[in-house]
């Protein structure tokens, strides 16, 4: 038997706090997402709360890697800016808008009869307002 060397990875969260003076939540919101997070020294991490648990690679015993980047749970990491993260928190919503879509366009006269080209329309229209940042 051979002995294969497994490198896995997790990212496990760290809390830090910090303080703001504001005149009320929305000013307390506005200036939190202006602090300087570098500065600070994250502690007390929540070893239960890991997320994307992963195998990085395994590697033979001659260190040939022989696997890489296998999933071992279903989140995922993205870096991703404002216009992104709110077409990805649509996803969802866009794809139940091009399902509605895909089932009115196989029989469009009964779709028109019972009225599955509006409701793909309005899915779709709802879709992209979220993925807009509209909703």
Not at 67 to 73: F, S
Not at 78 to 105: G, P, S, V, W
Not at 118 to 126: G, I, P, Q
């Amino acid at each position: 038997m051979k002995t294969y060397t497994v490198t896995y990875a997790e990212d496990v969260p760290h809390y830090a706090l910090g303080e703001v003076e504001a005149r009320g939540p929305k000013d307390a919101i506005a200036k939190a997402r202006k602090l300087d997070t570098e500065t600070f020294t994250a502690y007390d991490p929540d070893w239960s709360g890991a997320v994307c648990r992963r195998i990085v690679s395994i590697e033979d015993p001659d260190g040939h890697v022989v696997a890489q980047d296998i999933p071992l749970d279903n989140f995922v990491l993205h870096d991703a800016d404002t216009d992104k993260r709110l077409r990805l928190d649509a996803a969802e919503a866009m794809f139940e808008a091009l399902c509605a879509q895909e089932m009115a366009e196989f029989d469009p006269e009964a779709s028109s009869r019972k009225g599955y080209f509006d409701n793909a329309l309005e899915l779709r229209k709802d879709a992209l307002a979220k993925a807009r940042g509209l909703q």
